[in-house]
């Protein structure tokens, strides 16, 4: 748990799901917030859910290489 990689997983997972309800209550109110902001927070949550894979994915490798 103290793993600084598996903190800033759970961090990068975090800021998805911000992004996400962030987006999902624009798109929903709609207005002049969706139309601004939609497509710019779509891009952020898919750049955030891109670092998270990564991070995830070198601590996976960093995990099992550790071990050989």
Known sequence: MG?????????AMAA???V??????????GGAFNRKYGNKMMRLRILAQ?????????????RN???Q
């Open 3 to 11: 793993d600084p990689i598996f903190l800033l997983i759970i961090l």
């Open 20 to 29: 996400l309800v962030i987006g999902i209550g624009g798109f929903g109110k």
């Open 16 to 18: 998805v799901v911000v």
């Open 65 to 67: 290489s550790g071990g």
């Open 50 to 62: 891109f670092i998270a894979v990564v991070l995830i994915v070198i601590y996976v490798w960093l």
